[in-house]
């Protein structure tokens, strides 16, 4: 089914999950040791895929070698990661050579209860336009199948997560940043919540950023209560609706006005994107649920802390810098990977509105939820139905008594091994 989508939004996928060991090696997990795996992975999805841009990472200095990139033709290497297969021409081109692909690298996971040393591993997509996401995913669908076709054992378990960056083409703001935090500390609770299953809401690496993000823990220590939290400054009135004068306790602010109405506070008293991300942290600077993944103006991926080889701070505005949605386990079940994608890239559209406009669907996604409460229906669902996503609800409902049964991962069988189309 098509649906129309903001065609200035790009967004892609992060795919962790395991494999056993190609190298031999029992305890070592080096980088240097980890590429044999690398490598006989992409020339699995080389052979099982058609036309899609494949590469593996190198982790190693210039002039160095690995089994990744040894032997290969030289117009095949670049810093960073060897290409096996070119790919269409009409991928994003504006982005790093690396976004262009899809790159197989090496991520630490929880290794499965089978025998043998396993190696975990993430495959990042190329940077899709919305057209990609209208399609089905075609081309990320060429990939899950090829996963589940190959020779090599592919598992997964509770450490492998579906991680979704979603940016805009013309560069990350600030204010457009401020409106897409508020409205995920809106609607985690009510609608993405309900979606994860329990591993996703005790995992350390999904923390609730209503939880455990600094802004709540910031406003929670009265070292931090300065002037930020005294009053809403001019634009967060613009977009924000409501002033202690006329909140009560309800469900959809958690009971607490004044505590929701202090973080929101602090959200908009940002200055700047790097304060921005540093507050969706939490306090020992691990990624919270919710990430903004800041890039330097040249398209690198650098922590808030960096500097430019000046000594200066990075100025991220308006650079290729992206929101990171961490909530959802790793799955191979494409209608699954699909409505998070498209979840994902709605609520950033929604983020993209006008003040007025921006102001005006806050009130009413509240409004459909104290409905829903009322009436006795489902919020997630109703949310769902507000921002246009109705149509996923079935899907969802299916997904959701999946979780209920114990089966978080699909297709997966004995010890976690993905199972063969």
Not at 21 to 35: F, I, K, L, Q, R
Not at 237 to 264: C, K
Not at 322 to 343: G, H, V
Request: charged share 20%; hydrophobic share 40%; glycine share 8%.
């Amino acid at each position: 089914m098509s649906h129309t989508h903001r065609q200035d939004i790009t967004f892609g996928l992060e795919l962790e999950f395991l494999t056993p060991s190609c190298d031999g090696y029992v305890y070592e997990d080096g980088p240097a040791y980890h590429a044999p795996t690398r490598k006989a992975l992409a020339l699995e999805l080389r052979q099982l895929t058609h036309g899609l841009g494949i590469a593996a990472e190198c982790n190693h200095d210039i002039g160095c070698f690995c089994a990744v990139c040894m032997h290969a033709p030289a117009k095949d290497v670049s810093p960073g990661m060897r290409v096996f297969n070119a790919g269409p021409s009409d991928q994003v081109s504006y982005v790093r050579p690396c976004h262009q692909f899809f790159l197989i690298q090496k991520e630490d996971l929880v290794s499965p209860q089978a025998k043998g040393p396993w190696r975990g591993i993430e495959i990042t997509t190329p940077v899709f336009n919305m057209s990609e996401l209208s399609a089905g995913l075609p081309q990320t669908k060429q990939v899950v199948s090829a996963l589940r076709n190959m020779d090599l054992d592919i598992a997964a378990n509770r450490s492998c997560g579906l991680h979704v960056h979603v940016g805009l083409r013309a560069g990350l703001r600030l204010t457009l940043a401020k409106k897409l935090v508020t409205l995920v500390m809106l609607m985690e609770l009510p609608l993405i919540l309900p979606l994860c299953p329990a591993s996703r809401r005790e995992s350390p690496f999904t923390s609730l950023i209503t939880e455990k993000s600094r802004f709540v823990v910031r406003r929670l220590d009265l070292d931090e209560m300065a002037s930020a939290l005294r009053a809403e400054g001019p634009e967060m009135r613009e977009h924000w609706p409501w002033t202690l004068g006329d909140s009560t306790a309800t469900a959809w602010n958690g009971g607490d006005p004044v505590a929701l109405q202090g973080t929101m506070r602090l959200i908009w008293h940002s200055r700047s994107l790097r304060e921005l991300a540093e507050g969706l942290c939490k306090r020992a600077s691990t990624r919270t649920a919710l990430a903004i993944r800041l890039r330097s103006p040249d398209g690198v991926q650098v922590e808030p802390s960096s500097v430019d080889p000046d000594g200066n701070a990075f100025d991220f505005e308006g650079t290729q810098s992206t929101f990171e949605f961490r909530y959802p386990q790793m799955s191979f079940d494409m209608p699954f990977i699909k409505n998070w994608a498209e979840l994902c890239c709605k609520l950033v559209e929604i983020a993209t509105l006008d003040a007025p406009a921006f102001k005006a669907k806050l009130q009413g996604l509240v409004c459909a939820l104290s409905a829903a409460k009322a009436s006795g229906n489902t919020e997630w669902e109703t949310i769902l139905g507000a921002i246009g996503l109705g149509h996923q609800v079935p899907e969802w409902r299916e997904q959701l008594r999946r979780h209920a049964g114990g089966e978080e991962i699909s297709h997966l069988g004995e010890g976690g091994i993905l199972l063969p189309e």
